[in-house]
Nanobody, 126 residues
Framework: QVQLLESGGGMVQAGDSLRLSCAAS????????MGWFRQAPEKEREFVAS????????YYTKSVRGRFTISRDNAKNSVYLQINSLRPEDTAVYYC???????????????????WGQGTQVTVSS
């Protein structure tokens, strides 16, 4: 069982940048794809980005391409999300998650991820 803990969120202005971190404990993340999701008030949880076990391949939802960068450091058992040019519509709770076996990193369904962090709040004002 892997435990995940997100950090790095906060209250920022439009155009600012944030770097979110996800630290894992319990077991190594080196064999599993990882993803970031977000959930805004009164909306469903939305896929943001994923990264394969080695960090060589990444995948993003269209709305964040060019602004968000997912990365991982397996030696530190951590995953990161660099967010640039923040917009008010990016306001949400951001979650990191580890994907279950037998699923593709291109599968955006939250149900394919089995371990979740508690989330970190990102609030963007205009």
């Amino acid at each position: 069982q892997v435990q995940l803990l997100e950090s790095g969120g906060g209250m920022v202005q439009a155009g600012d940048s944030l770097r979110l971190s996800c630290a894992a404990s319990g077991r190594s993340l080196s064999t599993a794809p990882m993803g970031w999701f977000r959930q805004a008030p009164e909306k469903e949880r939305e896929f943001v980005a994923s990264i394969d076990w080695s960090g060589a391949t990444t995948y993003y939802t269209k709305s964040v391409r060019g602004r968000f960068t997912i990365s991982r450091d397996n030696a530190k058992n951590s995953v990161y999300l660099q967010i640039n040019s923040l917009r008010p519509e990016d306001t949400a709770v951001y979650y990191c998650a580890a994907q279950k076996g037998a699923f593709s990193m291109y599968d955006v369904r939250s149900s394919t991820y089995g371990s979740w962090g508690q989330g970190t709040q990102v609030t963007v004002s205009s």
